[in-house]
């Protein structure tokens, strides 16, 4: 599509032909081809994009007559009878997918220097062992879904603890954590521990065994969770990270030098900024790449639960009061069950879209979409302008939405623990990003909150490898999407390219020399 920075027919091979043939079926019997109805479904992906624009480029329609209800939309991409996909033009079209996939899966396989095939044969202790000896060496790129609050180790929240010694507030977080609609935010053995703290003392004014309950409130327990479990985390680390400035600025720098050990060149942090934090996140950025080596760049976060009104008067401050090269792009997310894509989103992305088209703007978008939630959340985040998607599990429920975002090449950032122990999937054997990757979508690795999550991109390595068929010529074409698919400007993705393409040399030529 026309109005987003990957929404070009170039790609679709079959379209151009398909566009001229079709106009003429009118005068025939003759039914669709699968093809043909495919070329349909994009044009109605088209228009439905062409009306969200049409309504925020109209200056003069008041903010909330903007908004494209549910119903009309649907009606919009709604196929006409003879343009409907039959249950048998829906599974050609998986086996169609199905066998890019094997024959993918194959190129790749001849194409892989490393084998990582015996490995998973091993012991288990010494398949744990060189797994992790490969993931803790080989090069990363970038990670392109990282927040930064969700992001703070233990170690590192319990010196920020210590140091700031902010007071706890324990009757106010019991009283916001307690049960909501059935979902737990914190369960009931946790909500009691809290009931048995004073209700506003110091942290360091706790006992030590209170002090490390505290610290280990920034973590997620064992297991699986709800979304709403999730979130509890963030009002814990909130009593450091939403105090000074002091604290934001350890928590990056200890990250950082996390990121860089592992082999990570780049960054992009979804982050809340405001126009008037620019200058320090800017003298933040500056201080990551010019001490660690780490290129960072921000996209400005967006609450989906938040009020329309409330978004739409943020992006228009933001359009008119940031400018920055480190400020790259915007970001949709929080939970997806009760907050769609269409009704969150039109707010954000409908007016940087126009902006975008009215040369007005330079913003780039991603989207949490598909995490969990409308099935219909990756379609939509993607018709209202997102070049990325953020987790987009439930794409692949739709084989339409999946092949158009293949065709597309529409770039995927995935977190293979964070889908895992927030119940995106119930097994990483069972998640679609080689699905994905294989079908012509640049799929990248992510850690999301790794903090909260306890993992690393070295983690996400090691659970790839471990436990699905992702082969050595896949990984390392992740490690290169990572990149190429960033918002960085150019002149940076070529400069961290060849530093790539550089450390991905050294690297085979010793692993050659080991074998």
């Known amino acids: 599509m026309r109005f987003t920075k990957k929404f070009t027919f170039a790609g679709i091979v079959f379209v151009s032909a ?180 004073p209700a506003e003392a110091r942290f360091r004014d706790l006992s030590e065994a209170d002090r490390a309950r505290v610290v280990q409130m920034g973590i997620l327990p064992a297991g699986t969770h709800s ?120 707010a954000v992305y409908g007016p940087v879209m126009a902006a975008n088209v009215e040369k007005k703007g330079r913003w780039h978008r991603t989207m949490h979409a598909g995490e969990h939630g409308d099935a219909r959340n990756p379609r939509d985040a993607l018709l209202l302008g997102a070049e990325r998607l953020g987790h987009g599990v439930r794409l692949a429920e739709n084989p339409v939405v999946m092949q158009y975002a293949a065709d597309q090449h529409v770039p995927i950032e995935i977190n293979l623990t964070s889908n895992l122990k927030l119940r995106a999937i119930e097994d990483i054997r069972a998640h679609p990003y080689l699905t994905y990757l294989r079908l012509g979508m640049p799929v990248s690795l992510s850690t999301d909150d790794e903090g909260i999550f306890e993992t690393d991109i070295n983690g996400e390595c090691e659970l790839a490898v471990a436990k699905t068929d992702v082969t050595y010529h896949e990984y390392k074409q992740m490690a290169f999407n990572s990149i190429q698919t960033s918002f960085a400007s150019d002149d940076i993705k070529r400069q961290l390219l060849e530093e790539l393409r550089q450390r991905f040399d050294r690297f085979e030529q010793k692993q050659k020399s080991v074998q």
């Open 227 to 346: 979304f709403e479990r999730f979130e509890a985390p963030f009002r814990f680390v909130a009593l450091v990270m939403a105090s000074d400035w002091h604290s934001i600025t350890v928590a990056y720098e200890d990250f950082a030098q996390r990121a860089v050990r592992a082999g990570v060149q780049y960054v992009e942090f979804t982050e809340s900024i405001s126009p008037e934090d620019v200058p320090r996140y800017e003298r933040l950025a500056a201080k990551l790449v010019a001490e660690y080596g780490l290129v960072v760049r921000f996209n400005v976060a967006f609450f989906r639960t938040h009020n329309p009104a409330s978004q739409h008067l943020a992006v228009k401050n933001m359009l008119n009061k940031m400018e920055s090269p480190i400020i790259t792009g915007i970001d949709l997310l929080a939970n997806e069950m009760h907050a769609p894509a269409l009704e969150t989103g039109q």
């Open 18 to 197: 398909l566009l001229a043939g079709c106009s003429s079926l009118s005068h025939n019997s003759s039914p669709l081809t699968l093809d043909e109805k495919l070329a349909k479904e994009y044009q109605r992906y088209e228009k439905a994009q062409q009306l969200v624009l049409a309504q925020y480029q109209n200056a003069e329609l008041p903010r909330e007559k903007k908004t494209i209800s549910r119903s009309h939309w649907e009606e919009i991409l709604a196929a006409q009878s003879d343009e409907a996909f039959t249950t048998a033009e829906l599974a050609e079209l998986r086996g169609r997918q199905e066998r890019r996939i094997e024959a993918s899966r194959k190129a790749a396989v001849k194409a892989s220097i490393i084998d990582f095939s015996p490995w998973r044969t091993l012991p288990t202790e010494k398949a744990h062992q060189k797994i992790r000896q490969f993931c803790e060496a080989v090069p990363k790129g970038g990670m392109l879904h990282v927040h930064p609050w969700g992001s703070l180790s233990a170690p590192t929240f319990k010196n920020l603890l210590a140091t700031s010694n902010p007071v706890i507030p324990a009757k106010t977080l019991h009283g916001n954590l307690s049960d909501t609609r059935g979902q737990a935010y914190l369960y009931p053995d946790e909500l009691a521990w809290l009931e048995t703290l």
